[in-house]
Structure formats: structure tokens, C-alpha cells
């Protein structure tokens, strides 16, 4: 039976953000002392993602709210990454719930942002970010370990030609569309949440094939672009920790965010790795801005997530 502490874990857990809401993982409870996080590589995706960089980067998303809900529970996590990767390669995370700790007001802020957070893919108002804002963003991301790039008006109008050229190859690869046809039903992400076709010729939202409605979208979308100085599992589980600290951060601004991630996805579905950057290796790119109230994806029941106790 699990204790309240335990459930706390993995309801904080299980509402991380994760690639075509896939929710990659789960884990395992030793006793009270720790809690192990798994990739559920039966959740991959094998066409898009065969490097398993988006499950990584997903799963450390998941492993950030967890570290909050600890300290938001009052305790001080320590964490282990890739601790065996040999034995047991899917093992990402092992992390000891800890003594206890004195809880400041930042983790509970961040903690009570979490069931608010959403993938926001409906048009935003236009409205800047305002750079004080942004420089939070860049901050969060640097606690953990990432770099924030906010390019400008040319650099976002390449990222977007970028995203459009990727759409087109991504959609003419058949097992591509068949993966993305199978996780935008009713368990990964229905057309509730698919966001509607643009109007124009601005479209900063990925095409999941099920845009029914029609809408124009900001004229000048805002991006940031998430990178790591390196670009293997450890960046990645990295990435995913800066990401939620920054969509959390976000969140308390009332900033809304969705993904652009074609062309990074593209690289991946071609084994490519990434030329090493000045300023690091891209593992996501963020559209940014403020947009209406939009419902949640569904999440995984707590009972598919806890295999186990030992």
C-alpha cells in the first residue's frame, strides 16, 4: 500500500509534460527510503524518437516534479542518474526520499504550479514576454544545468521555415504518421488539445492531423530554444529538468507554452547527432506567450505508473 508521501510522488510525477504525451515512464518504491524512475521504452517512440533523446528528456521532466514534491513534502532528495546503466540500462534515476528539510517558498510555489501547467497550443494574444520574464526563464534553466537561447526576429523566422521543411518530411515517412496517427487517440493526445489549423501564413504549432477548427496565430511567435552543453542521456535527463523548472516558472507569470520540435525530431528519426554549438546542443524549442485557459491532456493512472514495491 502506498503511503501518502508516495502517492504525493507520483501524481507530481505523472503530470510532467512529455513528447505526444507519451508518458514514458515509471517507477519503483524500495521500502520508504527510495524511489527509482524507469523509461518504459514500451511507450517509445520508435520511428520518431529512436535515439530515446525525447523519452529522456520527458522522463527528466517527471524526475523534476518528483524532487519538488519532495521538498514541498518537506524532505531533502538526494538523486542518482544513470546509477547502473550496465545492469539495468532503463533505471534513469534512484533517487533517496531523504531527511527532513525546511521548505522554502519557492518550492512550494513550485509544487502548487504543477497541476497547473499546460501545453498551450491555441493562438496567443501577441503580447511580448516582457524581458524581466525572460530573464527568469534563462535563469530557472541554468539552475539546472541548461542554457535559454532567445533568438531574434530573423532567428525565429528561420526556426520557423525550419519546423514547416521538417512537417513535410516527417509527414511523408509512413511510419512516422502511422506513430503519430496511434498516440493521437484517445490515451496520448486527443483533438481537444491538438490546438486549430492556422489561418495565414504563420503556423507555430506542430500538425498532429485532427485540426478541425481554424484560427489565426500571432503574427510574430516568441521562441526560445532549450540547450545542454553536451548531447547524450545525462544532457538529456538534464534538459528535461531545465525544461519543467522553466514551464513552471513560466506558468507563475501566466506565460504559456507549446513545442516546435520538427527539426529536432527529424535530426533524430535520421540517427544524426548534433554538431557540437557555440552555445550548446538544441533539445527543444519553445514557443512562448499568453493564451487562453486550455484543458488537460489525460494523464496515466497512478496504478500503471507503481509496478512494484520491494
Given at each position: 500500500?502506498?503511503?501518502?508521501?508516495?502517492?504525493?510522488?507520483l501524481?507530481?510525477?505523472?503530470?510532467?509534460?512529455?513528447v505526444?504525451?507519451?508518458?514514458?515512464w515509471?517507477?519503483?518504491?524500495?521500502?520508504?527510503?527510495?524511489?527509482?524512475?524507469f523509461?518504459?521504452r514500451?511507450?517509445?517512440?520508435?520511428?520518431?524518437?529512436?535515439?530515446?533523446?525525447?523519452?529522456?528528456?520527458?522522463?527528466?521532466?517527471?524526475?523534476?516534479?518528483?524532487?519538488?514534491?519532495?521538498?514541498?513534502?518537506?524532505?531533502?532528495?538526494?538523486?542518482?542518474?544513470?546509477?547502473?546503466?550496465?545492469?539495468?540500462?532503463?533505471?534513469?534515476?534512484?533517487?533517496?526520499?531523504?531527511?527532513?528539510?525546511?521548505?522554502?517558498?519557492?518550492h512550494?510555489?513550485?509544487?502548487?504550479?504543477?497541476?497547473?501547467?499546460?501545453?498551450?497550443?491555441?493562438?496567443?494574444?501577441?503580447?511580448?514576454?516582457?524581458?524581466?520574464?525572460?530573464?527568469?526563464?534563462?535563469?530557472?534553466?541554468?539552475?539546472?544545468?541548461?542554457?535559454?537561447?532567445?533568438?531574434?526576429?530573423?532567428?525565429?523566422?528561420?526556426?520557423?521555415d525550419?519546423?514547416?521543411?521538417?512537417?513535410?518530411?516527417?509527414?511523408?515517412d509512413?511510419?512516422y504518421?502511422?506513430?503519430?496517427?496511434?498516440?493521437?487517440?484517445?490515451?496520448?493526445?486527443?483533438?481537444?488539445?491538438?490546438?486549430?489549423?492556422a489561418?495565414?501564413?504563420?503556423?507555430?504549432?506542430?500538425?498532429?492531423?485532427h485540426?478541425?477548427?481554424?484560427?489565426?496565430?500571432?503574427?510574430?511567435?516568441?521562441?526560445?530554444?532549450?540547450?545542454t552543453?553536451g548531447?547524450?542521456?545525462?544532457?538529456?535527463?538534464?534538459?528535461?529538468?531545465?525544461?519543467?523548472r522553466m514551464?513552471?516558472?513560466?506558468?507563475?507569470?501566466?506565460?504559456?507554452?507549446?513545442?516546435?520540435?520538427?527539426?529536432?525530431?527529424?535530426?533524430?528519426?535520421?540517427?544524426?547527432?548534433?554538431?557540437?554549438?557555440?552555445?550548446?546542443?538544441?533539445?527543444?524549442i519553445?514557443?512562448?506567450?499568453?493564451?487562453?485557459?486550455?484543458?488537460?491532456?489525460?494523464?496515466?493512472?497512478?496504478?500503471?505508473?507503481?509496478?512494484?514495491?520491494?
Amino acid at each position: 500500500m502506498s503511503t501518502p508521501l508516495m502517492r504525493r510522488i507520483l501524481v507530481a510525477a505523472g503530470q510532467a509534460p512529455s513528447v505526444h504525451n507519451t508518458q514514458p515512464w515509471r517507477f519503483r518504491f524500495v521500502g520508504e527510503e527510495f524511489v527509482e524512475l524507469f523509461a518504459d521504452r514500451d511507450r517509445q517512440l520508435q520511428a520518431g524518437d529512436p535515439r530515446g533523446r525525447s523519452l529522456l528528456v520527458s522522463c527528466g521532466a517527471a524526475l523534476f516534479n518528483m524532487r519538488v514534491a519532495l521538498r514541498a513534502a518537506c524532505r531533502r532528495p538526494v538523486i542518482w542518474l544513470l546509477p547502473s546503466p550496465e545492469a539495468e540500462p532503463d533505471l534513469l534515476a534512484a533517487v533517496r526520499i531523504g531527511v527532513p528539510a525546511p521548505r522554502s517558498a519557492e518550492h512550494r510555489e513550485l509544487y502548487d504550479r504543477i497541476p497547473l501547467r499546460r501545453t498551450n497550443r491555441e493562438p496567443f494574444d501577441g503580447r511580448p514576454v516582457p524581458a524581466a520574464v525572460l530573464a527568469e526563464l534563462r535563469a530557472a534553466a541554468a539552475k539546472e544545468g541548461a542554457g535559454l537561447v532567445l533568438p531574434g526576429r530573423r532567428g525565429t523566422a528561420d526556426l520557423l521555415d525550419y519546423a514547416a521543411i521538417a512537417e513535410e518530411e516527417l509527414a511523408a515517412d509512413p511510419g512516422y504518421r502511422a506513430e503519430l496517427a496511434a498516440w493521437t487517440g484517445r490515451d496520448g493526445l486527443p483533438s481537444y488539445v491538438h490546438g486549430p489549423h492556422a489561418v495565414g501564413d504563420v503556423d507555430p504549432i506542430r500538425d498532429f492531423g485532427h485540426r478541425t477548427r481554424e484560427a489565426r496565430f500571432e503574427a510574430h511567435p516568441q521562441l526560445a530554444v532549450l540547450t545542454t552543453p553536451g548531447d547524450g542521456p545525462l544532457d538529456w535527463l538534464c534538459a528535461g529538468q531545465a525544461l519543467q523548472r522553466m514551464l513552471l516558472t513560466a506558468t507563475g507569470h501566466g506565460v504559456s507554452a507549446s513545442f516546435l520540435n520538427q527539426a529536432l525530431d527529424l535530426r533524430d528519426m535520421r540517427r544524426r547527432g548534433d554538431p557540437r554549438h557555440r552555445r550548446g546542443h538544441p533539445q527543444m524549442i519553445i514557443r512562448l506567450g499568453y493564451g487562453p485557459a486550455v484543458p488537460r491532456a489525460p494523464r496515466r493512472p497512478l496504478t500503471e505508473l507503481e509496478p512494484c514495491l520491494v
